[in-house]
């Protein structure tokens, strides 16, 4: 049983990140195919080289043989997404083995902003489109996400994908993959907050050592040394009476003596060394960034706003080359804009610069002075 998943993307990068990103995950390159709104653009896998058709079938033909072997005999997927790839979006395929690998793709491909197709397909009739008529709401990649065995690729993937969906409710709760089951549907808006802290980290010191150094030194010290001198005087004179006893054996000793250097040493304390830390406080500027998600409202024309606004462009853009397609999403941003808590009962002179830079925000494709007459209509018919 194969698993096939598709997802729509209005740009190629964000297609070509997310087949990069599948392919890390370790998802086979040659189960993922890319497809652009030119002849011979399905690529496969990480190849970005463009494979020329064998047959001679035009443009259209290639998209519409690509997308009736993914879909079947459901027509009306058929001609919705291949009317996407017309108007320059890019459809990415992936086919897994099992549900848990399909179900692992699709949390990967979400993360680089799938367009919610049911949503353009509403859009496209709104601005007069008729090749597929509206279906019951569901998101970018649920739409898409179909079971089939590859056996038997004549049936149709989408009857499968319901059991897919049913057991994966996981899927249903985060960005385009949510599906309005219900009349009313809680969208939440989310922010993150930065919070700081503080941890202890190593960042240097010292290491104390001690050893013991021997220096030579040098002291002067004056020594007292004695020596016997022995010296012989002739003599002639008469004994005294008191030197008769003299006449006998006797003797005596006269010692020398000497002053010697005597080495003795103490120990001293002559310095000291302090170890110790001082502690100061510094203000450091955290810079980041913190994520939200915002909620933009759009008022959906009736069918009378529809007629009014083709007519208004028929007479005023129509000569000038441009769709009314191309000048239906102006005509509805000025009426939302103008129904708007944000702008209720301002004029427009007051809102114009402020209104510019939201729609070159939104539509940086499209310029504010090209648009701007049909946006003010807009706005006037929702204000008059």
């Known amino acids: 049983m194969s698993h096939t998943l598709a997802a729509v993307f209005d740009n190629r990068a964000d297609a070509e990140h997310a087949r990069d990103e599948l392919v890390k995950s370790g998802i086979g390159a040659d189960s993922i195919q890319l497809n652009a709104g030119a002849a011979g653009t399905a690529t496969t896998g990480t190849s970005a080289s463009t494979t020329a058709s064998t047959h001679d079938d035009s443009i259209g033909d290639s998209i519409k043989h690509f997308f009736s072997?993914?879909?079947?005999?459901?027509?009306?997927?058929?001609?919705?997404?291949?009317?996407?790839?017309?108007?320059?979006?890019?459809?990415?395929?992936?086919?897994?083995?099992?549900?848990?690998?399909?179900?692992?793709?699709?949390?990967?491909?979400?993360?680089?902003?799938?367009?919610?197709?049911?949503?353009?397909?509403?859009?496209?009739?709104?601005?007069?489109?008729?090749?597929?008529?509206?279906?019951?709401?569901?998101?970018?990649?649920?739409?898409?996400?179909?079971?089939?065995?590859?056996?038997?690729?004549?049936?149709?993937?989408?009857?499968?994908?319901?059991?897919?969906?049913?057991?994966?409710?996981?899927?249903?709760?985060?960005?385009?993959?949510?599906?309005?089951?219900?009349?009313?549907?809680?969208?939440?808006?989310?922010?993150?907050?930065?919070?700081?802290?503080k941890r202890m980290v190593q960042r240097g010191g010292v290491r104390i050592y001690q050893r013991l150094v021997e220096t030579p030194v040098q002291e002067s010290v004056s020594l007292r040394e004695e020596h016997v001198h022995v010296e012989r005087r002739p003599v002639d004179r008469q004994i005294d009476p008191s030197q008769v006893g003299a006449f006998k054996d006797s003797s005596f000793e006269l010692r020398e003596s000497a002053e010697e250097a005597v080495v003795q040493k103490t120990a001293r304390v002559v310095e000291e060394v302090v170890v110790g830390k001082e502690v100061s406080q510094r203000t450091d500027q955290i810079s980041d960034t913190v994520r939200s998600t915002q909620v933009d409202v759009e008022q959906l024309g009736s069918s009378d706003d529809d007629e009014y606004y083709r007519t208004h462009w028929s007479s005023n853009y129509a000569n000038l080359g441009a769709s009314f397609d191309d000048y239906a999403p102006a005509y509805r941003y000025g009426a939302t804009m103008a129904?708007?808590?944000?702008?209720?009962?301002?004029?427009?002179?007051?809102?114009?610069?402020?209104?510019?830079?939201?729609?070159?925000?939104?539509?940086?494709?499209?310029?504010?002075?090209?648009?701007?007459?049909?946006?003010?209509?807009?706005?006037?018919?929702m204000t008059s």
Do not use: C
Request: net charge negative.
């Open 69 to 197: 072997n993914l879909f079947g005999d459901d027509d009306d997927e058929r001609v919705v997404y291949g009317e996407a790839v017309n108007r320059g979006n890019v459809v990415l395929t992936v086919q897994t083995a099992t549900q848990d690998e399909v179900e692992r793709a699709a949390d990967i491909v979400e993360a680089f902003g799938p367009i919610d197709i049911d949503e353009y397909k509403s859009q496209w009739h709104a601005g007069g489109w008729t090749g597929a008529q509206a279906s019951a709401p569901s998101a970018g990649l649920s739409a898409s996400r179909q079971s089939a065995d590859l056996q038997n690729q004549g049936s149709s993937l989408q009857g499968q994908n319901l059991d897919l969906q049913a057991s994966r409710q996981g899927l249903a709760d985060t960005g385009s993959l949510q599906r309005a089951d219900t009349e009313s549907q809680v969208i939440p808006v989310m922010q993150e907050e930065l919070k700081v802290g």
């Open 339 to 381: 129904g708007s808590d944000s702008y209720r009962g301002r004029s427009w002179e007051d809102s114009e610069s402020t209104l510019r830079s939201n729609w070159e925000s939104h539509y940086p494709q499209s310029t504010w002075e090209k648009f701007k007459d049909a946006v003010r209509h807009g706005w006037a018919r």
